[in-house]
């Protein structure tokens, strides 16, 4: 069993308790708190206590200011010491005791445990600095002097109502503010330690804190399963990572940015110790090196459970320009949630927190529906005569039961408000327009023309009602499939030819005509239509039959992280706040004015010169990588612009854009998220490429599906009774090419 730490948002229950702790103050605390939690006040060190709420303690700095003022400006060791013994008040703020208690004797005096933390931090060279560093962290309620004026504490509220975790929450607390660069008292973990009033005019307060919570995570198969993937094949990301810090030491590139370095070093982190070395290669080019505060910072970052991973790293290379020649291969490492504006990676990180959404799932999700929702409105321009709108064809890879769906609906929700909002006004116009004709024809208003519903989202649809709802809605349609593979079975249903040809000529966002015997042809001029939805592993070759060689495939992108462990239930459900704040994004993205004519962005000096270094370096492995690489990555260019303008998008939505050019930032984000999905599109490749399991009869391949990848025979048979297979029949199967005898009784599948 591994602790791992987690921050979930103060609100007012713990136990199905609500309570009032401070006031003004609404928190999570034990059950059996009391309407006001205290704290055993000492009148000084040595005297009998009493009770008072934490909130007086702490303005009692304004009573004794005098006092403290008098400490602070005193250089005689002895002396403030003195005062702080005899003329302070002070307080065991953790715990309320009948007694002074010593930690040996907790149990006996304690009389109520506050499921709250004390920190000090002492001897800061700059303690109103490190106050504004330490309140970006969303679990401090208060961050205050110390009674020295020299050093900061600060009070955390804990997940626990046991007083005997206090100490291993300590250490969690701890290690958590090492990879911050950040040393804690350890005398902190003592649960009975007295807090000496102090004053501090400028005191950080926040209302809406995050409780500290220590999360157990079971092994599997001695493996604990982090939030980031699980790469398949680290030795080929071993030398991938090797080139580009090879490529580092051969630019020789400071890396001076404290925040940089500190994203690169936890980034590192994520893949294990081996990466140690790899970290000082890069940190000796800064003129701040010292090896032994990299090796203290990659300890901390070893102990790090943020979802910052390796994907991280490769992107702070591409953004300072550390780019290999020649990139033999590409792995997929996970989605670079760094190219999101902050207030989205927030959002995928809560999403993740709350309900197991996988960020290899959500995160490409939100900037797809950030795309979408711009769609017709805004475009890039490349070159003269070159322009790219943002529309994606996006596939998101994973087994059943992994979450796709939750992560699809949040993404989709604001949209989807939207579409019910538009609904309403059609059954309210076309209720006004029926009236209208059932008037005899004299009395008929000519100008009230039939309504149409303007729906963004469609998931049954012939080719004619998607070209006519298109009409209705210029701005730009979403295809949606939870399922990708139904969209795939709905080609040629309603007609004959050919629908996959009329989707490949769509991606370039050109026009597009109907025709049908029974009606006019329907014909629109600027299209705007992207696919999203989710496929299975092993689907994936019924995915692309027929439709690599066509030019089908390449047209799409995939997010496709090495493994997803099936969620645990969790009670939390998503704060209300992360769901809004998705919706005023996108509502201020569908806020963008379209007429027919599209906003059009020009790359900014700096952003151009970087889109075409990475199109010349694209080219030459194009060049150099052979069919597959070249197949895959032909559509990247477009791509590239169109995810540029996507995080442009975002930002705007953000309030981080005025929208008035495609910044170098956003090209840089899209180039890391190219990468991303060549490596993602070269293992789905894999997959429909070359495993057999898709060429079985459906009945076989429903069972093969929901076949473990081992299993007991019994267990097996059972399976396939549950789809009409008789044992004797299954017992069969099991002696072919597909399943391998692992010892008697047991089988593993030799394919997804």
């Known amino acids: ?28 605390v034990p059950a059996n708190a009391s309407m006001q939690e205290k704290s055993t006040i000492y009148e000084s060190a040595v005297n009998s206590p009493r009770e008072m709420s934490l909130l007086e303690f702490l303005k009692l700095g ?78 401090f309620w208060y961050i205050g002097l110390s009674v020295g004026g020299k050093g900061l504490f600060g009070i955390v509220p804990l997940g626990t109502d046991d007083f005997k975790e206090h100490k291993v929450y300590f250490n969690a607390l701890r290690k958590e503010l090492e990879v911050f660069g950040y040393e804690v008292d350890k005398a902190c973990c003592d649960v009975t330690r007295l807090r000496v009033v102090s004053y501090d005019p400028d005191a950080f307060f926040n209302e809406n804190c995050e409780v500290f919570c220590i999360d157990e995570r079971e092994e599997d198969d001695g493996e604990v399963y982090s939030s980031g993937p699980v790469p398949e094949r680290a030795q080929d990301r071993s030398s991938r990572i090797e080139l580009y810090v090879l490529e580092w030491e051969k630019r020789h590139v400071p890396l001076d940015d404290y925040q940089d370095w500190m994203t690169v070093g936890m980034a590192l982190a994520s893949a294990g110790e081996e990466c140690r070395e790899y970290f000082h290669r890069i940190s000796v080019f800064s003129s701040k090196y010292s090896r032994e505060d990299t090796d203290k910072k990659f300890d901390g970052f070893l102990q790090n459970t943020r979802s910052i991973k390796i994907g991280s790293f490769f992107y702070k290379c591409h953004e300072y320009g550390v780019i290999p020649d020649s990139v033999p291969h590409y792995e997929s490492v996970g989605f670079p949630v760094e190219v999101l504006p902050k207030a989205v990676q927030r959002i995928v990180f809560d999403t993740h927190s709350f309900q197991n959404f996988p960020i290899d799932y959500i995160a490409p999700s939100l900037l797809f529906v950030a795309c979408a929702a711009c769609g017709n409105s805004t475009v890039v321009q490349i070159i003269n005569g070159w322009c790219e709108k943002p529309l994606l064809y996006l596939a998101i890879v994973g087994d059943r039961g992994t979450n796709k769906t939750s992560c699809f609906e949040f993404a989709l929700n604001p949209v989807m408000r939207k579409d019910d909002e538009e609904y309403d006004k059609y059954v309210e116009a076309k209720a006004m327009y029926d009236m209208e004709m059932s008037k ?37 349609l979403i295809v949606y499939f939870d399922e990708l593979i139904g969209f795939i079975y709905s080609f040629n249903k309603y007609r004959s030819g050919s629908d996959e040809q009329m989707w490949t ?75 809004e704040s998705w919706n005023r994004i996108i509502e201020r993205i569908l806020s963008i004015p379209y007429d027919g004519k599209p906003n059009v962005l020009r790359f900014s000096p700096e952003a151009k010169v970087a889109y075409s270094d990475w199109f010349n370096s694209l080219s030459d492995q194009k060049n150099c990588g052979g069919d597959a690489f070249a197949g895959l990555a032909t559509k990247m260019d477009r791509y590239c612009g169109r995810l540029a303008l996507g995080l442009e998008i975002l930002a705007y939505g953000c309030g981080e854009s005025e929208l008035t050019e495609v910044s170098l930032r956003s090209v840089k984000g ?15 490749q894999r997959e429909y490429l070359s495993s057999p399991a898709s060429d079985l009869p459906a009945i076989q391949r429903l069972i093969y599906d929901e076949l473990p990848p081992s299993f007991e025979t019994r267990q097996g048979v059972e399976i396939a009774a549950g789809y009409g297979m008789p044992e004797r029949s299954f017992k069969r199967w099991l002696a072919t090419s597909y399943f391998k005898k692992v010892s008697y009784g047991f089988y593993e599948k030799r394919f997804r």
């Open 62 to 139: 304004e009573k004794y200011r005098e006092v403290i003022g008098r400490l602070r400006s005193c250089e005689d060791k002895e002396i403030r010491n003195k005062i702080k013994r005899t003329e302070l008040p002070c307080a065991t703020i953790s715990a309320s005791f009948t007694s002074r208690a010593s930690s040996k004797a907790v149990e006996e005096k304690l009389k109520r445990y506050n499921s709250l933390m004390v920190l000090d931090f002492d001897n800061l060279e700059d303690p109103a600095a490190a106050k504004e560093e330490l309140s970006q962290l969303p679990f």
């Open 440 to 476: 005899p024809l004299k009395e008929r208003n000519a100008r009230v023309q039939e309504p149409d519903f303007c729906q963004t989202i469609l998931s049954d649809f012939t080719p004619e009602v998607l070209v006519r709802q298109h009409k209705a809605n210029p701005r730009g």
């Open 505 to 579: 000529q769509l991606f370039a966002g050109s026009g597009v005509t109907v025709n049908r015997v029974s009606s006019d042809p329907v014909k629109i001029d600027n299209t705007c239509i992207s696919i999203f939805g989710g496929v299975q592993p092993g689907i994936l070759k019924s995915f692309a039959k027929g439709k690599v060689q066509n030019g089908f495939m390449d047209r799409w992108i995939f997010a496709f992280p090495d493994k997803v462990p099936y969620p645990k239930l969790k009670e939390n459900e998503i704060d209300d706040s992360v769901k």
């Open 1 to 28: 069993m591994e602790r791992r730490v987690s921050c979930e948002v103060c609100n007012s229950s713990i136990g199905g308790t609500l309570v009032s702790v401070f006031p003004n103050i609404i928190m999570k």
């Open 670 to 684: 899209a180039i890391a998220l190219c990468y991303y999905f060549i490596g993602c599109g070269l293992k789905a």
